[in-house]
């Protein structure tokens, strides 16, 4: 069975770092730093899940997620939101209950879980 | 005799012609509609007309028996020789008198009586008319005068007739209670422009100048009398002319007395200045429409807030003039069903309003209804607040919470999840990705530290005026700064040159010194890849200048005024939370120094700082 690809968008180097020692062996990555270039390879591969940091230097990953959200293409996307911004997933949650969201520093077991579920 | 025939026959035709005139003389007398009496010294009727015995019901024969006394019941025997005596003095009088019929009945005459004395025989020769009709009207004149006046004394105000001079000839009601002063001193000649205010004194004498002048004329006024006992009071005066011969002869009026409604329209002026003012002063924007959106009210702020004049709004329809587009069909269909009573006026939202060179502004309102006396909503008043700048700050703030918890947060969280991971690989004794693990715990440490540094160094430095100033070696400072940041530089594939000069000595704080070098060159190292960071220090008389300059992405041009704000994030990409910078100015502020920016995009960018030596 092939691998199953994740986007990873995220700017921080380490974190960068961390997704690909933890998550390389089962999935293919995709890693873009910004949201353009989220966007772009959306368009361009099959992605089947998408892991989306807050705070991004050309636009928030909440604007991000409602503009994707939007589009029929991607209504059904798993996504997991994973920021240090408690304050504004529970904001994201209360507009969108359905919204998965993540608290850095997240435990290795519970992402693993979460992405597990959302693929199957 | 013909002499004598013809004397004779002269004589007859003069009897005949006396005669004659006798007769005409006893029938107009007959036919007179006064009662004619030949009375002689006895009281007795002589001789009496038509017209006596049709007024008293007697026969001519019948009266021609009796006296005086049995038709006058006011001239008794005994007064009637005085009367006599009287008479012949005076030779003609008129007196009132009361003459009694057959029947008993009486009635009030004037006779008009005259002394004769004719051959030696005296007679009384009267006229008597009857006067009961004219006494009648007389008393019915005089009750109507008696009421009326009762009536106007009743009357609250002053009721006056004049003659053209303004001279009173009546003048009633409550003369008393308006001036103080009894209505007839008015009546003897107290003038009413002497109680009139001085300040009114020039309009009054132009209106009674009109209504002197020009018939049939009524004029309206206000104005103010001095009362007798000094106070002020306001009247209101109607006064019309009444013409003869189309020339005005007399004035009537009336006076009354309006005081207090004065009082209560002044104070109601008063309130409506107030509000008006308070409506051209008010920071707001207060704006009323009528039912059709139609702008009936604006006041000052709002027309300036829109950039327009001011009443240049009135009369628009504020939907289509002060409405984005993409807004108006939307808000104009709630306020027509608000109009329509289909939906409730929203008392409060936030809405943005176009002004007159297209610019938006957002404005928090506050509105309620308009309704006419009888409960019809007429249109809407709504008062506004820009709020365009505090929703700016409002974002603006909150942005700089968040970033500020993402600095801190991020580094925060990767030491805990690499510390996490150095704890799980040493147990499970994995130890091949160790070294990176610790690298990521070290640098976010560092990380960490500077900015919590940051913050605690702008709060200190944000409340310090003065700073403890020792000799320092700017130039061992900056050789030390560089050395430090070698390392860092060459992540990024950067060089950092400096040319070491001699000492050079200035009055400054060390600390504080190296963490402005530091900045400036942590900034560069962020921005530059694969470049070259240069770092000079000039020497003059009385300054030291510090350049750091960098082949970075530079700073764009609406940026640069903007970087020694705190908060300010040069590149958005970039971490920490935007302080590096305003530390710095404010470090070269309190060494009272300048430090200037020159930066192109793409090219890179250079920081001058200029400290006085102070030695």
Sequence with gaps: ?120 | MPEDIEKLKKELEKCKADKDMLELAEFSINKSYEEVFWIDKDAKIIRVNDYACKMLGYKKEELLKMTVHDIDPVFTKDLWPKHWEDLKKNKSQVIKSIHKTKEGKEYPVEISINYLNYNGREYNFAYAKDISQRECALQRLKDAEEKYRTFLENLIGIYYKANINGIPVLFEGTVKDITGYDKEEFIKGLSWDKIIHPEDFKNMKDSWELLAKAPNTSVNREYRIIRKDGAVRWLHEITRNICENNKPKYLIGSLHDITEKRLIQDEIGQAKEDAEEYLEIAANIIVAIDTKGKITLLNKNGHKLLGYKEKELIGKNWFNTCLPKEQRDEVKKVFQNCMEGKLNLVQHYDNPIMTKDGSKKIIRWYNTYLKDKTGNIIGTLSSGQDITEKQKIDELKSNILRDVSHELKTPASLITYAARKLKEQVANGELNNMHTYLRILNKNADRLNHEISSILEMGRLETTEDIAKDKVNVCSVISGVVNYYRDVAARNHNKIIYHKKAECIIKGNENLLKLCVSNLIDNSAKFTRNGKISVSLLKTGKTVTITVKDTGKGIGKNKLKYIFNPFVKVDQSSTGIGLGLSICKKIVDLHKGQIKVKSVHGKGTEFKITLPRGV
């Design chain 1, 1 to 120: 069975m092939a691998k199953k690809t994740i986007l990873v968008v995220e700017d921080e180097e380490d974190m960068q770092y961390i997704y690909q020692d933890l998550l390389a062996k089962k999935y293919h990555l995709i890693v873009v730093n910004n949201a353009e270039h989220a966007a772009l390879k959306l368009k361009q591969e099959k992605i089947d899940l998408m892991l989306l940091d807050i705070i991004l230097p050309d636009k928030t990953g909440d604007e991000f997620f409602k503009e994707i959200k939007q589009k029929k293409k991607f209504k059904k996307l798993p996504v997991i939101i994973i920021s240090v911004l408690g304050d504004m997933m529970d904001e994201l949650k209360r507009t969108d209950p359905d919204v998965v969201c993540m608290q850095k520093p997240f435990d290795d077991k519970v992402l693993l879980g979460k992405i597990d579920e959302l693929l199957k």
